[in-house]
Every structure is written in C-alpha cells, then in structure tokens.
C-alpha cells in the first residue's frame, strides 16, 4: 500500500469539511496541482503554505508540521 502523505493536512480538510477538488478551486489551482503535492510529488511552495494556510486557519508558526515531511522538523 502506498505510503499517505501529509496526514496531518488531510485530516485539517476533513476538519474543515472541504474536499481537495474544493480546496483547490478556492486557491485558484486545478486538483491536479494540489495532487502532486499531496502526495510528495512537487514540494509546498511558500505561496502554497501561506494561501492554505489562510484558508485552512493555520498559524504560520505551524506550517511546517502541515506542509514538510522532512526529517528536519
């Protein structure tokens, strides 16, 4: 089984009651561009965290334990 990336995120669109399809037409962007990042293909840009941040209500003190799935955080 694949691994799921950014489970924390998803969780925060569930939370929210928004669908990735609805998320990414609310940023302007087509679902295939949120999909690749999503799923670790194409990394956040800080465009990215900041509109979804905003959309999601998340402080920018914590998007890098929304949007990085690195070793480093």
């Known amino acids: 089984m694949p691994k799921k990336h950014f489970l924390k995120l998803r969780a925060e669109?569930?939370?929210?009651?928004?669908?990735?399809s609805?998320?990414?037409k609310r940023i302007g962007?087509?679902?295939?561009?949120?999909?690749?990042?999503m799923r670790g293909i194409i990394p956040f840009s800080t465009w990215d965290m900041e509109v979804l941040g905003k959309e999601l209500s998340?402080?920018?003190e914590e998007w890098l334990e929304f949007?990085?799935?690195?070793?480093a955080v």
Do not use: N, V
């Open 13 to 20: 669109f569930m939370k929210k009651d928004f669908t990735q």
């Open 22 to 24: 609805e998320l990414s």
């Open 29 to 37: 962007k087509s679902g295939t561009y949120l999909g690749y990042r």
């Open 58 to 60: 998340i402080p920018k």
């Open 67 to 71: 949007f990085y799935e690195g070793d």
